[in-house]
C-alpha cells in the first residue's frame, strides 16, 4: 500500500503546521494552523490554502495553539464537514483559540477600515473567518483521549499519547492498514506535533509508551538549540523582577495565553511564597489566558502528580494567589497604563502580532525603567522577533517607537524541547521499527543543525521536508 505525504506548512518554517498523508485515494490532514509573521504575507498564506476537499476524509489536531488549530474555521467555511479529532482538553483549548482569533480578525477590520477612512482610502481586507464558523468547526470535533484508539477509517487507526507541550497536547499515532492478523503489512506514522519537556510544572513529561513507529513527522523548533535549566531560568526570573522593582518599573511579558501564562504565574507565586521576590501586583491582562485558565481546572487528566496533589488533595489553587489579578475588561486593560510601577503584566500575544500586550508595548517600550520579558519563541518578522533581535526602532499599531526598555530574554521556560532533549525522548522511545525520521515545524538553519546532530546519534535517515513536496512511503 503507498502513502503519499506532503506539508502545507511548518515546512522549513515554524508556523501554519499543515501535513497530509493519503491512503487509497483519500487525504487525512494533521493540523490545520495559522500563518504567523508578515502581515501582508502571512495573510496571502492563511486566505490562499488549498486542499482537495472532496478528498479530505479526516482531520487530526494535535494541540490548541493558533499555529495548529487555527485555520479549521476557515477549512470548514471552504466546506470540509468530516470529523476533526483531538483530546478533550485540546478540544475546549481550541475553542478559546479559534474564537478569539476571529475576534481579533473583526477587531483588526475595523481598525484598519478606520485608518483608511481617515486618509480617504479604500478599504477591501476582510477578516478570514468569523465566530460563525468557528462554532462549526467546534461543532466537528470528536474526542478521543490520551492511549486510546479509534479506526477513523476502515484501515486506518488513530491514537494519541501525551506530548508534554500544553494542556491536552498529543503525539498523534497513525496505523495504516492495522490488521492483527498480519502486523507486518503495517505502517506507523508517528506525528510529533510539538514535543514538551520533562519536569515542567501543571501537565505530564512527554510519552514515551507508544508503539515503535515506521515513519515519524519530528518538530524542530529549537533543533540547534539548548535550553537554560530549570534552576537557572528561575534565578534569571528572580534577578529580572527584582532588578525591575528596584528601578520601580514595569515589566511587561508578552506570552501565549495558554500554558506559558499559567506556567508563568505558578513561577511567581512560587518566588513570591518563597520571598526571593518582592510582594508586588501581577496582572493577566487577558481574557483568553483567564479563559483557558478556566478550562486547566477541568482537566486534572493532564496534570502532573505535584499540582494532583496540591490542587486536588489539599485544594490550593495553583494558579492564582492575593497579589495575582486577572482583567477582563477594555477598561481595567486601559488602567494599568496609568497606574505606576513596580508591577508585573503578563499579556497575549506571546508573539506580540495581536491582542492586547500591542497596547502595553506601544504605552511602556519607550520608558527605560521598564522591562520587556522574552519567555518564548518569536517567529521570523513578527514583532517579538523584532524587539527580541535588538532593534532601535520598531512599529506598534503603525507607529514607529524608539525601544528604550530594558530586553530580557528568560530561556528556561520554553514549551517546546531543546535538541539535546528530543534525541534524549527518542531514545526512550521503541524505535525498532524506524526506517526515517521527517523534520517539520522549524526554521531551516534549525534543521540543518538538528539533522547533523540526528545523525551524530546514529539516526541516519533523516530529511527535511520541503514545503509542497510529495514523499512516498512503503
Known amino acids: 500500500?503507498?502513502?503519499?505525504?506532503?506539508?502545507?506548512?511548518?515546512?522549513?518554517?515554524?508556523?501554519?503546521?499543515?501535513?497530509?498523508?493519503?491512503?487509497?485515494?483519500?487525504?487525512?490532514?494533521?493540523?490545520?494552523?495559522?500563518?504567523?509573521?508578515?502581515?501582508?504575507?502571512?495573510?496571502?498564506?492563511?486566505?490562499?490554502?488549498?486542499?482537495?476537499?472532496?478528498?479530505?476524509?479526516?482531520?487530526?489536531?494535535?494541540?490548541?495553539?493558533?499555529?495548529?488549530?487555527?485555520?479549521?474555521?476557515?477549512?470548514?467555511?471552504?466546506?470540509?464537514?468530516?470529523?476533526?479529532?483531538?483530546?478533550?482538553?485540546?478540544?475546549?483549548?481550541?475553542?478559546?483559540?479559534?474564537?478569539?482569533?476571529?475576534?481579533?480578525?473583526?477587531?483588526?477590520?475595523?481598525?484598519?477600515?478606520?485608518?483608511?477612512?481617515?486618509?480617504?482610502?479604500?478599504?477591501?481586507?476582510?477578516?478570514?473567518?468569523?465566530?460563525?464558523?468557528?462554532?462549526?468547526?467546534?461543532?466537528?470535533?470528536?474526542?478521543?483521549?490520551?492511549?486510546?484508539?479509534?479506526?477513523?477509517?476502515?484501515?486506518?487507526?488513530?491514537?494519541?499519547?501525551?506530548?508534554?507541550?500544553?494542556?491536552?497536547?498529543?503525539?498523534?499515532?497513525?496505523?495504516?492498514?492495522?490488521?492483527?492478523?498480519?502486523?507486518?503489512?503495517?505502517?506507523?506514522?508517528?506525528?510529533?506535533?510539538?514535543?514538551?519537556?520533562?519536569?515542567?510544572?501543571?501537565?505530564?513529561?512527554?510519552?514515551?509508551?507508544?508503539?515503535?513507529?515506521?515513519?515519524?513527522?519530528?518538530?524542530?523548533?529549537?533543533?540547534?538549540?539548548?535550553?537554560?535549566?530549570?534552576?537557572?531560568?528561575?534565578?534569571?526570573?528572580?534577578?529580572?523582577?527584582?532588578?525591575?522593582?528596584?528601578?520601580?518599573?514595569?515589566?511587561?511579558?508578552?506570552?501565549?495565553?495558554?500554558?506559558r501564562a499559567q506556567e508563568l504565574v505558578f513561577y511567581l507565586h512560587l518566588l513570591t511564597d518563597q520571598k526571593k521576590i518582592p510582594v508586588v501586583p501581577i496582572y493577566v491582562d487577558s481574557p483568553m489566558a483567564t479563559n483557558a485558565t478556566s478550562v486547566f481546572r477541568v482537566h486534572p487528566e493532564c496534570y502532573d502528580e505535584s499540582v494532583n496533589e496540591a490542587f486536588l488533595k489539599h485544594h490550593k489553587n495553583p494558579f492564582g494567589f492575593n497579589s495575582l489579578k486577572y482583567t477582563t475588561s477594555v477598561e481595567e486593560s486601559k488602567e494599568l497604563n496609568e497606574k505606576e510601577g513596580p508591577m508585573i503584566i503578563i499579556a497575549a500575544d506571546g508573539m506580540c502580532e495581536a491582542g492586547r500586550v500591542l497596547y502595553h508595548l506601544a504605552n511602556e517600550i519607550s520608558n527605560p525603567k521598564n522591562t520587556i520579558m522574552i519567555v518564548g519563541y518569536m517567529a521570523e518578522n513578527t514583532l517579538g522577533r523584532r524587539i527580541f533581535d535588538g532593534e532601535e526602532v520598531v512599529k506598534i499599531l503603525g507607529d514607529e517607537y524608539p525601544v528604550k526598555a530594558k530586553v530580557e530574554r528568560c530561556n528556561g521556560f520554553s514549551a517546546h524541547a531543546d535538541y539535546n532533549e528530543m534525541i534524549e525522548w527518542l531514545g526512550e522511545i521503541d524505535t525498532s521499527r524506524l526506517k526515517k525520521i521527517f523534520l517539520i515545524h522549524g526554521e531551516l538553519d534549525q534543521q540543518q543543525g538538528f539533522k547533523q546532530h540526528l545523525e551524530d546519534a546514529g539516526y541516519k535517515d533523516v530529511e527535511i521536508v520541503e514545503p509542497g513536496k510529495e514523499y512516498t512511503l512503503k
Not at 102 to 115: N, T, V
Not at 118 to 126: A, L, M, N, R, T
Not at 213 to 228: A, Q
Open 1 to 259: 500500500m503507498a502513502i503519499k505525504c506532503y506539508s502545507l506548512g511548518a515546512a522549513q518554517e515554524v508556523t501554519g503546521s499543515k501535513h497530509l498523508f493519503e491512503v487509497d485515494d483519500r487525504l487525512y490532514m494533521v493540523d490545520c494552523g495559522s500563518f504567523q509573521g508578515k502581515r501582508h504575507e502571512s495573510d496571502e498564506k492563511n486566505r490562499n490554502f488549498d486542499v482537495d476537499l472532496e478528498k479530505l476524509d479526516s482531520v487530526i489536531l494535535t494541540h490548541g495553539h493558533l499555529d495548529h488549530c487555527g485555520l479549521l474555521p476557515l477549512l470548514t467555511k471552504k466546506g470540509y464537514t468530516g470529523n476533526i479529532y483531538a483530546t478533550p482538553a485540546t478540544r475546549d483549548i481550541a475553542n478559546l483559540v479559534m474564537m478569539d482569533s476571529a475576534r481579533i480578525q473583526a477587531h483588526d477590520a475595523e481598525f484598519l477600515a478606520k485608518q483608511a477612512r481617515k486618509k480617504g482610502e479604500k478599504f477591501s481586507w476582510k477578516p478570514l473567518y468569523g465566530e460563525v464558523d468557528c462554532i462549526k468547526a467546534a461543532n466537528q470535533i470528536v474526542s478521543l483521549s490520551y492511549n486510546r484508539s479509534m479506526y477513523i477509517s476502515p484501515n486506518i487507526q488513530l491514537e494519541f499519547y501525551d506530548a508534554g507541550h500544553i494542556l491536552g497536547s498529543a503525539f498523534a499515532n497513525v496505523t495504516i492498514n492495522p490488521n492483527p492478523k498480519h502486523p507486518e503489512k503495517e505502517t506507523r506514522l508517528l506525528f510529533t506535533g510539538d514535543i514538551g519537556r520533562k519536569c515542567k510544572p501543571i501537565i505530564r513529561n512527554p510519552a514515551t509508551n507508544m508503539p515503535a513507529p515506521d515513519y515519524i513527522y519530528l518538530e524542530s523548533t529549537y533543533g540547534d538549540k539548548l535550553h537554560d535549566n530549570h534552576d537557572f531560568a528561575m534565578h534569571e526570573l528572580e534577578r529580572i523582577v527584582r532588578e525591575a522593582c528596584a528601578r520601580k518599573g514595569k515589566i511587561i511579558i508578552p506570552s501565549f495565553a495558554i500554558e
